[in-house]
T-cell receptor, first 118, second 113 residues
Framework: AQTVTQSQPEMSVQEAETVTLSCTYDTSENNYYLFWYKQPPSRQMILVIRQEAYKQQNATENRFSVNFQKAAKSFSLKISDSQLGDTAMYFCAFLHPPGGTSYGKLTFGQGTILTVHP | KAGVTQTPRYLIKTRGQQVTLSCSPISGHRSVSWYQQTPGQGLQFLFEYFSETQRNKGNFPGRFSGRQFSNSRSEMNVSTLELGDSALYLC????????????FGPGTRLTVT
């Protein structure tokens, strides 16, 4: 079974600085998707960034970028120029690939609480 | 386009009762997935429906069930509620063959006393 591990229960960063959240996963699949979701205190899950495993180029979305290391099964999120609004729980998630019986199922890590201090 | 809506947003039930939660997907989305979020277990997949058929099911007891209607709206039902069922229940919708773009609703907070 696929597993996703986030080893940092909590992180903090000063406003305008850079922070990196870690995620590792375990799978025997070759084609899959990885995500970072943000869950602010409102509890609304918001997609931050998506990476397709067959793409070697790391995904970027404005201040958010990932370091995807497929062989190491590592998928970290870097937040640059941190803002107070980035304070939230961040989840790393794995999407089972198409064609399998679990396609469409997201497996989440335990989450990392990020606090941005002014 | 309206987002995913879930009703009710908050619910308090007593042990032994049953509860039904509703999820209306984004217009045009035919896939609906349900997740349970608790402080202890985190986010866990419950089940996924597509075109009124359950495609995937997570490791939950038979007390948890669901269904999807022809308009893609989905309901999940929990019978014989236990204290441990207290959780935030999230649903997500996606288009056919675009399961990599799942949009989440605001969730239903269920408290079992």
């Amino acid at each position: 079974a696929q597993t996703v591990t986030q080893s940092q229960p909590e992180m903090s960063v000063q406003e305008a600085e850079t922070v990196t959240l870690s995620c590792t996963y375990d799978t025997s699949e070759n084609n899959y998707y990885l995500f970072w979701y943000k869950q602010p205190p409102s509890r609304q899950m918001i997609l931050v960034i998506r990476q397709e495993a067959y793409k070697q180029q790391n995904a970027t979305e404005n201040r958010f970028s990932v370091n995807f290391q497929k062989a190491a099964k590592s998928f970290s999120l870097k937040i640059s120029d941190s803002q107070l609004g980035d304070t939230a729980m961040y989840f790393c998630a794995f999407l089972h690939p198409p064609g399998g019986t679990s396609y469409g199922k997201l497996t989440f890590g335990q989450g990392t609480i990020l606090t941005v201090h002014p | 386009k309206a987002g995913v809506t879930q009703t009710p947003r908050y619910l308090i039930k007593t042990r032994g009762q049953q509860v039904t939660l509703s999820c209306s997907p984004i217009s045009g989305h035919r896939s609906v997935s349900w997740y349970q979020q608790t402080p202890g277990q985190g986010l866990q997949f419950l089940f996924e429906y597509f075109s009124e058929t359950q495609r995937n099911k997570g490791n939950f007891p038979g007390r948890f069930s669901g269904r999807q209607f022809s308009n893609s709206r989905s309901e999940m039902n929990v019978s014989t509620l236990e204290l441990g069922d207290s959780a935030l229940y999230l649903c997500a919708s996606s288009q056919r063959d675009r399961e990599y773009e799942q949009y989440f609703g605001p969730g239903t907070r269920l408290t079992v006393t």
